[in-house]
């Protein structure tokens, strides 16, 4: 019952934590605000600084979370947690990667930001902007992978698993505010957006497993 309580109060934190500053950055989308402001400062910063040499080698660790990456990891994954007879973990897994996919396409609809007029030529984007969906997908998936990692392998590969997780989020995040398709916050709402639904997920998982445990030791 303890562990219980503590995955709902872990949970129900960063939840909590990542929502609200979800709902302060969209409260803060107003013409001429400070956020605004920032935002543009960064993008012209971008623009008058950053070595074409490095705008290429942004766009393409940015394919890290596109669409089609998300999709055959969501497969791949799908297959290995199948294969080894995980089933409830494998329903995790594609809840939370589909399941964010339809989060950030809804919120990008209810907040109908535009995205940066002067993207970098080499990776033109479509669509809205706030949140960021690639920065939400990284989140949500490689924290997904992270925790599976803490639930099926050994424990010397969980700290490098959680802090490639880490880095490959970040990664992402940062690639799209310096290709210029996302302003940098558009980028923090994905990730507090995506963090939130990761949270969720997992909380949730752990939740049935609890279930699932306790059901076991009554039958037996």
């Not at 990456?69 to 994954?77: A, D, F, K």
């Amino acid at each position: 019952m303890r562990s219980i309580h503590r995955s709902l109060a872990i949970g129900s934190a960063v939840m909590l934590g990542a929502v609200l500053v979800f709902v302060l950055l969209a409260s803060a989308l107003t013409q001429g605000s400070p956020m605004i402001r920032f935002d543009q400062t960064i993008a012209d910063a971008m623009r008058a600084n950053l070595a074409p040499r490095a705008l290429q080698v942004f766009a393409e660790l940015t394919h890290l979370a596109d669409t089609a990456t998300l999709t055959v990891l969501c497969v791949i994954g799908t297959l290995v947690l199948l294969v080894r007879s995980q089933r409830g973990l494998a329903l995790a897994w594609v809840l939370a990667i589909a399941g964010n996919g339809v989060l950030n396409q809804s919120l990008k609809q209810l907040i109908g930001r535009v995205r940066p007029l002067d993207p970098a030529g080499a990776l033109p984007a479509q669509g809205l902007s706030f949140p960021s969906g690639h920065s939400s997908g990284a989140v949500v998936a490689y924290g997904m992978l992270a925790y599976l990692a803490l639930r099926l392998l050994p424990k010397p590969w969980h700290l490098p698993v959680l802090v490639a997780a880490l880095v490959l989020a970040f990664t992402v995040g940062i690639s799209r505010v310096v290709l210029r398709v996302h302003f940098a916050s558009d980028v923090a709402a994905g990730i507090a957006s995506g963090s939130a639904w990761l949270a969720l997920m997992i909380t949730s998982a752990e939740l049935v497993r609890e279930w699932r445990g306790k059901r076991s030791q009554s039958s037996a």
